[in-house]
């Protein structure tokens, strides 16, 4: 059973940045490939940036050149870091992993860390 502890959530204004943490257990996460997901209230939880274990990235096009993923092996960490961050950004953020990285684009998972709530004023 996979365990997800994320954190680093806060409120911030507008411009700002914050970085996310999520601590994966229960899983090789060396083998596996992660994704950082968000749900703003009202709305469905959409994809925002996913880590292949070869080390590739890819970004929801709202964020890119703002929010970077990144991953430490040997803390079983995902980290996103958030930059210039908009009022747009405000949601829960998630995170989860997969060895198949289709699993991780299309956030087929069967449970969810707790999140944490980013808000973001102008």
């Known amino acids: 059973q996979v365990r997800l502890v994320e954190s680093g959530g806060g409120w911030v204004q507008a411009g700002e940045s914050l970085r996310l943490s999520c601590v994966v257990s229960?899983?090789?996460?060396?083998?596996?490939?992660m994704g950082w997901y968000r749900q703003a209230p009202g709305k469905q939880r959409e994809l925002v940036a996913t880590?292949?274990?070869?080390?590739?990235?890819d970004y929801v096009d709202s964020v890119k050149g703002r929010f970077t993923i990144s991953r430490d092996n040997a803390k079983r960490t995902v980290y996103l870091q958030m930059n210039s961050l908009k009022p747009e950004d405000t949601a829960i953020y998630y995170c989860?992993?997969?060895?198949?990285?289709?699993?991780?684009?299309?956030?087929?998972?069967?449970?969810w860390g707790q999140g944490t709530q980013v808000t973001v004023s102008s």
């Open positions: 989860n992993t997969d060895r198949d990285y289709e699993v991780v684009y299309r956030a087929h998972f069967g449970s």
């Open positions: 880590l292949t274990r070869g080390g590739n990235t």
């Open positions: 229960g899983s090789i996460f060396s083998l596996n490939a």
